[in-house]
């Protein structure tokens, strides 16, 4: 529970200290910690006072995962300085290795507890989850310890020169505060908190209202974990190192005028084709994933998943999915953009759109079970998308650039996609998925020809992309903005 709120802050502050990395940034991002403790200790309580707590003989140790949760959070603030200074000096490979380390090393404890010790239940996962945040923050801190006052940090002159500058500390003026950076640091934690209520909106719906029961809420969480990892495993990145690119290339606040034009015309080309490219990576996740929906998840988790509710989640969640594609780009250099000022109206339409998701939640539920939580959230991304092309076009409007074509792909590759998911659903109907796996397999083999025909299609029609990841552009972007 806790975690909700740290995220909640996560996007506004590390926003802020990408834009303008320096000490006293740092000592802001620093004092999320006490404020964690803070927030791990108020919440927990009420997650375990005032909210319906499971039947122990159903789901035992509850109370104690709770605290576990809220511990975890807390040392994952910990790590925060680092994680800003690691995305801010682009240290892609010391991200990926640890991220990596710590979610391997979660599931196969996960794995050995769950195999030799399944009474301990909820123990398992918290135990789990202690020891990704412990590991995720050690390999940060490892690295940054040996890095910081090393003749490779020096040659760079790296803002920071020692472990002990990232702490909070009082400035030249012996003031602990820097009070400008504090209203543009609350501006975008508004901006943020209604952004968290956007986007787990339905978790705070399913707790408070408990519009579905729990073994509902366990289905849910399981579909949305397994929908979810090509977001955060392939989106997630490109929207965070994205951001960074668009900050470095343009500055905030100043219109398409008055920025040097070389400049532009790198950002609305790399725009173009990363929308194009997000754009088709959706395109066929919703167009395969709605076929294959049904056979994944009866692999993946038996029966359980795959009857029921679970097939018709997953495959709301795969048209979810390009939502959440095209609505990371467009966001990403949205906020890239804006000044304080249109950071603080957009915090009045994300306060509007808070409103209409959550009742939106609520109603679609009552109507489609759980279901209704993955319309509600492909409504949600619908109008947040609609913002920003909106202030994309208003940018480039006095501009020759029209960086918006990339939502558009050739009519042959949309057609290659109406036919691969025409013959998929039919090859579903025949073949899938309780008819053995004979049948399965033959429903595989022609999803992978119809998979294979749309992508020598994309390549043939598509050639600027194609030329634009071969070539990796993105990389050469990435330097020139630097």
Known sequence: PPQ???????????????????????GVVGVRVP??????????????????VPDPSVVPHYRAAVVAFGLSAVVELLGEPFWVLAQAHLFVRLKVIAESLSVVTKCIL??????LYPQWGLYIFSLAQLLY??????????????????????KKSFPVPTMKALLPNLMEDKTFLNWKEVRLTWSFFK?????????????????????????DQGVYDTVNNLGSLVARFLFLPIEESFYVFFTQVLERGKNVKDQKQDDVAVAANVLELLLKLVLLIGLTIAVFGYAFSQLALDIYGGST???GTGPDLLRCYSL???FLAVNGVTECFTFALMCKEEVDRYNFVMLALSFTFLCSSYFLTRWHGSVGFILANCLNMGIRIAHSIHYIYGYFKES????????????????????????????EAFFCCDKGWTARLIHISIGALCFAATTITMFCTETKLVHFVRSQFLSQYMKKGT
Do not use: D
């Open 110 to 115: 996960t794995v050995i507890l769950v195999i």
């Open 305 to 307: 998943l795959s009857s």
């Open 191 to 215: 901006q943020s908190f209604l952004k968290q209520i956007l986007t787990e909106g339905e978790r705070y719906v399913m707790t408070f209202l408990n519009v579905i029961n729990f073994g």
């Open 4 to 26: 909700v709120l740290f995220r909640a802050a996560a996007f506004g502050l590390n926003a802020l200290t990408l834009r303008r990395l320096s000490r006293e940034l740092l």
């Open 35 to 52: 404020l964690g403790v803070f927030w791990s200790v108020s919440l927990g309580f009420v997650w375990l006072h005032f909210l319906e």
């Open 133 to 154: 945040t412990s590991v995720l923050v050690l390999c940060y801190v490892v690295y940054f310890a040996k890095f910081l006052g090393s003749p490779e940090a020096t």
């Open 400 to 427: 020759s650039y029209r960086p918006l074509t990339g939502l558009f792909p050739s009519p042959f590759l949309i057609l290659a996609y109406v036919v691969s998911g025409g013959i998929t659903v039919c090859s």
């Open 320 to 322: 979810y999915v390009l």
